[in-house]
T-cell receptor, first 114, second 115 residues
Framework: AQSVTQLDSHVSVSEGTPVLLRCNYS??????LFWYVQHPNKGLQLLLK??????LVKGINGFEAEFKKSETSFHLTKPSAHMSDAAEYFCVVSETSGTYKYIFGTGTRLKVLA | KAGVTQTPRYLIKTRGQQVTLSCSPI?????VSWYQQTPGQGLQFLFE???????NKGNFPGRFSGRQFSNSRSEMNVSTLELGDSALYLCASSLVVTVSTGELFFGEGSRLTVL
């Protein structure tokens, strides 16, 4: 069975400092992995996705994530945080096994301090 | 191109009533899925439809149901509302039809409050 664990429920960083949001996954098959962002009272927006191509994935707004199979991790990073990055971030896993099912992590709320 | 549209955006109901939420996917998207988001349980998958057929269902009671029309628009219905049904209900559409590798495009949600 597939699952995803976001290791931090809250992360605070100062503006201009790096961001690291951690995600570990469990999957019986080759997974597809995604990061989504949700701003208050809004729907979710895709930041980036991994689907068995390059292990380092670049997304929108300067975010990137690295797929590490040996560590079953897909951590999200950004070199320099901006105030507009304050939001909730979700790591998502799905399996390419024929079933249509996405499993969402519990979310990490990112706070950016001025 | 218009995004995913959900109506109504906000609604208040009382226990025991029923509610119907609507979702219009992005033009050309034939897969529509529904999620319930609450502070305690996070994002939970309700069900997914493709070409008017339910392909997958989450672990929700039978009070939660849905359907999809020939134009890909979808509705979900919750009967006999309970206080715990208060949540943000999100709809997402997707272009990829065979496996779950495609991007989900989300609407802004319908916020249901049950009193």
């Amino acid at each position: 069975a597939q699952s995803v664990t976001q290791l931090d429920s809250h992360v605070s960083v100062s503006e201009g400092t790096p961001v690291l949001l951690r995600c570990n996954y469990s999957s019986s098959y080759s997974p597809s992995l995604f990061w989504y962002v949700q701003h208050p009272n809004k729907g979710l927006q895709l930041l980036l996705k991994y689907t068995s191509a390059a292990t380092l994935v670049k997304g929108i707004n300067g975010f990137e994530a690295e797929f590490k199979k040996s560590e079953t991790s897909f951590h999200l990073t950004k070199p320099s945080a901006h105030m507009s990055d304050a939001a909730e971030y979700f790591c998502v896993v799905s399996e390419t096994s024929g079933t249509y099912k996405y499993i969402f992590g519990t979310g990490t709320r990112l706070k950016v301090l001025a | 191109k218009a995004g995913v549209t959900q109506t109504p955006r906000y609604l208040i109901k009382t226990r025991g009533q029923q509610v119907t939420l609507s979702c219009s996917p992005i033009s050309g998207h034939r897969s529509v899925s529904w999620y319930q988001q609450t502070p305690g349980q996070g994002l939970q998958f309700l069900f997914e439809y493709f070409s008017e057929t339910q392909r997958n269902k989450g672990n929700f009671p039978g009070r939660f149901s849905g359907r999809q029309f020939s134009n890909s628009r979808s509705e979900m219905n919750v009967s006999t509302l309970e206080l715990g049904d208060s949540a943000l209900y999100l709809c997402a559409s997707s272009l990829v039809v065979t496996v779950s590798t495609g991007e989900l495009f989300f609407g802004e949600g319908s916020r249901l409050t049950v009193l």
